[in-house]
């Protein structure tokens, strides 16, 4: 289904070590809204969708698993040079002391990554409908993340960020569009 480049989707830059920022970015990490649960989310939902939009929901995942990798890189980059001390000033003392540096899949209030941030009913228009919540939720964190850093770099990436989800949310908009014609043509349903 995959393959892998070894790069990202778009480049990941910052200007300075900033771990309160990195905090904040693990809600697109591991929170409700995050890359991870629309990916997860994608994936499953493909196996009660008609065909004809089960390449649109591999599409997305796919991309949004690359999402996933940008956002551990950030974290990272703004947390590979910090002190212990820092950390715990950052309110990631908690996260330290569980993992050490290690990226782990909870949100920025340290909740763990639940499954129950997986949506799916089963209905294809209603699926459709919560993904395209779920990618202006996407995009209203990354527009909040972005007013959040004065890092112009930081910024770059996570804006490039808001714009996939404004164009994901474009295309599950489409496929309502397709499946409601086809509804109401009784093609399906």
């Given at each position: 289904m995959w393959v892998y480049e070894k790069k990202l989707q778009y480049p990941v830059r910052v200007s300075k070590c900033d771990p309160h920022m990195a905090k904040l970015l693990m809600e697109q990490y591991g929170g409700a809204d995050g890359e991870l649960a629309a990916a997860l989310r994608y994936l499953?939902?493909?196996?009660?969708?008609?065909?004809?939009?089960?390449?649109?929901?591999?599409?997305i995942a796919t991309e949004e698993f690359a999402h996933l990798e940008m956002i551990a890189t950030m974290i990272y980059k703004l947390t590979k040079d910090v002190?212990?001390?820092?950390?715990?000033?950052?309110?990631?003392?908690a996260h330290y002391v569980n993992h050490d540096r290690a990226l782990f899949y909870n949100n920025a209030a340290g909740v763990p990554f639940t499954a129950t941030y997986i949506q799916a009913k089963g209905d294809p228009i209603a699926d459709l409908y919560e993904d395209i919540a779920a990618e202006e939720k996407a995009r209203a964190t990354y527009q909040w993340l972005i007013d959040m850093t004065d890092d112009v770099?930081?910024?770059?990436?996570?804006?490039?960020?808001?714009?996939?989800?404004?164009?994901?949310?474009?295309?599950?908009?489409?496929?309502?569009?397709?499946?409601?014609?086809?509804?109401?043509?009784?093609?399906?349903f």
């Open positions: 499953n939902q493909r196996y009660t969708i008609p065909d004809k939009i089960i390449g649109l929901l591999n599409d002190t212990v001390e820092q950390l715990e000033q950052a309110g990631l003392d770099d930081l910024q770059d990436s996570l804006k490039f960020l808001r714009e996939r989800e404004i164009v994901h949310s474009l295309r599950f908009r489409e496929a309502v569009e397709i499946l409601k014609d086809d509804r109401d043509t009784k093609k399906i």
